[in-house]
T-cell receptor, first 115, second 111 residues
Framework: DAGVTQSPTHLIKTRGQQVTLRCSPK?????VSWYQQALGQGPQFIFQ???????QRGNFPDRFSGHQFPNYSSELNVNALLLGDSALYLC??????????????FGQGTRLTVV | GIQVEQSPPDLILQEGANSTLRCNFS?????LQWFHQNPWGQLINLFY???GTKQNGRLSATTVATERYSLLYISSSQTTDSGVYFC?????????????FGTGTRLQVTL
């Protein structure tokens, strides 16, 4: 059983460019959440997708957008990249059994460097 | 929003020593998870523990939800235990599996 997989593992982009990160959830999972982890900090919630809709969003600007496909895989898009967007981007998947009954599993992350 | 604090921020142990990591949270939670982040960035699930005590080999965890804290115990530590340990909570009024993370405890186990 494959776990959560993310691609690419590393990426270097120039300020102002756009980037797309991809995530395939664990088999049987229907919910995908994205997190940003800056160096030396804990992951910060960006947004969550369920049934192809954005269900919840953290405190991130509209430059961050996403999508969930019918097979539950997901993309994170970031437009107009800033140096401060350099971080490890983590995808988590879960099978929604309601609050308090849902365990999240994480991929290995995509390390984005903006120069 | 909910605040999650972990202590100590840094810990250095000799191989074979025991340790206790603490996670305090400021409000009621539906769920709490402990993770180990390895040097490559992968978050590895250790415990899913909204309340009570669980054990898995040399690791065990206890969550006292009414007092808003959780403890992670590592016994007979090994060099492979090195890395950052995070607790993450799902707030009471929140969405399933939307997690708020603590700042982590960085553990280094030396020979």
């Amino acid at each position: 059983d494959a776990g959560v997989t993310q691609s690419p593992t590393h990426l270097i982009k120039t300020r102002g460019q756009q980037v797309t990160l991809r995530c395939s959830p664990k088999s049987g999972h229907d919910t995908v959440s994205w997190y940003q982890q800056a160096l030396g900090q804990g992951p910060q919630f960006i947004f969550q997708y369920y049934e192809e809709e954005e269900r919840q969003r953290g405190n991130f600007p509209d430059r961050f957008s996403g999508h969930q496909f019918p097979n539950y895989s997901s993309e994170l898009n970031v437009n107009a990249l800033l140096l401060g967007d350099s971080a490890l981007y983590l995808c988590a998947s879960s099978m929604d059994r309601g609050p308090g009954n849902t365990e999240a599993f994480f991929g290995q992350g995509t390390r984005l460097t903006v120069v | 929003g909910i605040q999650v604090e972990q202590s100590p921020p840094d810990l250095i142990l000799q191989e074979g020593a025991n340790s206790t990591l603490r996670c305090n949270f400021s409000d009621s939670v539906n769920n709490l998870q402990w993770f180990h982040q390895n040097p490559w960035g992968q978050l590895i699930n250790l415990f899913y523990i909204p309340s009570g005590t669980k054990q898995n080999g040399r690791l065990s965890a206890t969550t006292v939800a009414t007092e808003r804290y959780s403890l992670l115990y590592i016994s007979s530590s090994q060099t492979t235990d090195s890395g950052v340990y995070f607790c993450a909570v799902e707030p009471w009024a929140g969405t399933a599996s939307k997690l708020t993370f603590g700042t982590g405890t960085r553990l280094q186990v030396t020979l």
